[in-house]
């Protein structure tokens, strides 16, 4: 990669997962600076400067990069800033990996539920509707039935609905959380859960990880929240050989030529059903995992495209091997209930076992997790991700891990809502 000392890159969104982004550009040697409407975001807190636009007022944030200099844009942790992000690069010139056909295709439900149709690739069952009103002239779907604004994410406005009459308190309240005004109705998908990460690099398409997902069903009739990720999926062979193709004919006709891509999959009876694309960084980090095995960083490589406008790695083929050299990985996701954090014991054994490359800690003690987070990813305390070689390996972390941490209220009860249940974790090859 070049050197980028004192390059100035601009940072869409603030969230704690964008700050190790901005922690990622800091040791690189670039300046940065943060935009983000929230005056207490955690990555303005370790930028060189920081402005409290919001992410879509896209011609305040284009006048304060041409007076500031900048070299690049980049989007954190946020699908919702994919769109501006675009149009900010566009209007100043530099590099972007999203182009409007993307943006189109990839930054909506509605979108992709249209690009799925276009391009032969099977998704969730449902429609597209902006009024309740609608559902009268609506062909029937089965309760239960998901709603979903059409352009949030990380489980905002989603509901598990199992009558009209809550469909429709669920629709309204969805389109309160769309900036577009629709929400997507679907099939309630309860069945084996898991997701695909690409990295596109000069024009081709590479699988970089495949995971299966592992959701909360504890939380009602909220969105189910993932508690943990295994890799690689225990449908890699079939997913590589059937899905596979399918998706890079989808990405070469898209003219996809440089970022990265989550595309997360429902499999029912053997078919997939694509849902909840990001083409961006994600939450869950994938890259993590990618890094500690394959010796390469997707934030690293985004902050150089960001600045250049090349990924800036020339081995990457090389490198990169999705089935994690017959190796295992998992992301531990630890959910809080609603309340004030009192007490966090045993994170700091966890973060020093030999086989945990990283710790997302989200929050920390006297800290509130409001109600309104609760069923979507704003309620996580932390991700953990842990490497092995053996499967059996990563079962007995998993475990062990749960008996060392607590985390309680200030009135001393257990706030950690769910946990991975290794038992359940079935059908893997083990080494």
């Known amino acids: 990669m070049m050197n980028l000392k004192n390059k100035k890159l601009m940072i869409l969104g603030g969230n704690p997962e964008t700050r190790v982004l901005v922690e990622i550009a800091n040791s690189m040697g670039v300046y940065t600076i ?62 972007c990996y999203a182009t409007r056909e993307i943006v189109k295709a990839f930054c909506s439900k509605d979108g992709f539920k249209m690009a799925c149709e276009k391009y032969g690739i099977k998704d969730i069952p449902g429609y597209y509707i902006n009024d309740a009103s609608m559902l009268d002239k609506l062909p029937n779907l089965d309760f239960p039935l998901m709603v979903k604004p059409v352009d949030n994410g990380a489980g905002v406005g989603m509901r598990i609905c199992y009558d009209i009459k809550d469909l429709k308190v669920s629709i309204n309240n969805a389109l309160l959380f769309s900036k577009k005004g ?36 504890k939380q009602g009739n909220l969105s189910p929240v993932c508690i943990g990720a295994i890799y690689p999926s225990k449908h890699s062979n079939k997913f590589i050989k059937e899905i596979n193709p399918l998706l890079l ?30 083409f961006r ?65 045993g994170l700091d054994i966890i973060c020093s ?31 953990i991700y842990v490497q092995c070689e053996r499967f059996e390996e990563l079962k007995e972390k998993i475990k062990k891990f749960e008996q060392i941490l607590e985390i309680q209220d200030i009135f001393g009860e257990n706030m950690i809502i769910d946990w991975i249940s290794p038992e359940s974790v079935i059908n893997y090859k083990t080494n």
């Open 182 to 217: 629709g929400v997507l109705v679907e099939q309630f998908m309860n069945c084996d859960d898991m997701f695909a990460y690409y990295t596109f690099k000069d024009g081709k398409a590479y699988l970089s990880a495949i995971a299966d997902r592992i959701t909360t069903k």
């Open 281 to 345: 960084i994600q939450g869950e980090a994938p890259h993590i995992h990618i890094n500690q095995i394959n010796k390469f960083d997707h934030r690293k490589m985004l902050i150089n495209f960001a600045l250049t406008g090349s990924l800036g790695i020339d081995d990457f083929s090389q490198k990169n091997d999705c089935l994690f050299k017959n190796g295992y990985a998992t992301t531990i996701w630890v959910l809080l209930k609603s309340g004030t954090i009192g007490k966090v014991k």
């Open 249 to 278: 004919n989808f990405f070469e006709k898209l003219g996809i030529k440089n970022g990265v891509l989550n595309i997360q999959f429902f499999v029912n009876d053997g078919q997939y059903y694509a849902y909840d694309p990001g």
């Open 353 to 383: 076992d030999k086989s945990v490359s990283f710790v997302m800690e989200r929050f920390k003690e006297n800290d509130i997790i409001d109600s309104n987070m609760i069923g979507t990813e704003r309620q996580v305390f932390a991700r």
């Open 34 to 95: 943060v935009v983000d409407p929230n005056p207490n975001a955690p990555a303005k807190t370790i930028a060189n400067e920081r402005y409290e636009h919001d992410g879509f007022d896209i011609e305040k944030i284009v006048l304060l990069a041409i007076d500031k200099k900048v070299d690049g844009v980049l989007v954190g942790v946020a699908d919702i800033l994919v769109a501006p992000y675009q149009v900010i690069c566009e209007k100043l010139g530099l590099p």
